[in-house]
């Protein structure tokens, strides 16, 4: 079950508060964007990673890989304006027909049985999501008012890797870009296609994304009871 990950490295991540790109953030020992490569590094059906980077920051990519060597091959590409931009620019130079992952850069506790069952379902069913039960009410607002309460049984919180056979990914990104449609995520562009479906792949509640500095605490402890476990 090979695949190819795109992983978007383009972004500010403003909410972090850091001053600089939040996957330079050190990390115990090592920055963000590191522990996620290292993942799909250890992952053997990992064919290649594409990494979408904001051009200017190219040279820092190039030292960090120098510092921190990834023996799967990496390809840099130019990102967009947009996440979704960003994505659509790595799957342009993905030229052999494969099952191909998105991924946040900033989410580094994603495990390989995850991954595995995420690619299965994808070849089966073209498209698929790791997503977890949603845990707290949630309330639609208006202004400062509640304007309703949604049935929690039938949602789910989405997270990253999604997976597509790319053919599918592309031709969903195409016609996003000719309507002029900017999505919440990958999935949202094949939702929106004729007679595809996304299934879901039940994830873990500690693949977080790493978005505010209240998550590297978080980070920390996830990676210190991960530790432990392999102690034990």
């Known amino acids: 079950m090979e695949y ?3 992983i978007p490295a383009a972004g500010q991540g403003k909410r972090m508060k850091a001053g600089k790109n939040k996957l330079f953030i050190s990390l115990k020992g090592a920055p963000v964007i590191i522990h996620t490569l290292r993942v799909f590094e250890s992952h053997a059906p990992c064919q290649k990673i594409i990494l979408v980077i904001n051009e200017s920051e190219r040279e820092d990519f190039h030292q960090l890989l120098a510092q ?6 990496i390809e840099l590409v130019t990102g967009g304006a947009e996440r979704q931009h960003s994505v659509y620019e790595g799957l342009k130079v993905i030229d052999k027909e494969s099952v191909v992952l998105v991924h946040d850069g900033a989410r580094p506790f994603v495990t390989h049985q995850h991954i595995d069952k995420l690619v299965e379902t994808a070849e089966e069913a073209g498209a698929a999501v790791l997503a977890v039960p949603v845990k707290d009410t949630i309330k ?7 304007a309703e309460t949604f049935d929690r049984s039938s949602l789910w919180a989405v997270q990253t890797p999604q997976a ?3 053919s599918l990914l592309k031709t969903a990104h195409m016609e996003a ?4 449609f900017l999505g919440t995520d990958d999935a949202s562009l094949v939702e929106r296609l004729d007679g595809y479906q996304v ?3 039940e994830g873990s509640y500690t693949n977080i994304k790493l978005t ?3 998550d590297l605490i978080s980070a920390e402890a996830i990676m210190k009871a991960e530790s432990g476990n392999h102690n034990v």
Do not use: C, Y
């Open 164 to 166: 597509f056979r790319l």
């Open 212 to 214: 505010t500095p209240d």
């Open 4 to 6: 190819v990950v795109v």
């Open 199 to 201: 299934s879901i792949v």
């Open 140 to 146: 639609r607002a208006e202004g400062s008012r509640v």
């Open 68 to 73: 921190f060597p990834i023996q799967t091959e």
């Open 177 to 180: 870009e000719n309507k002029g």
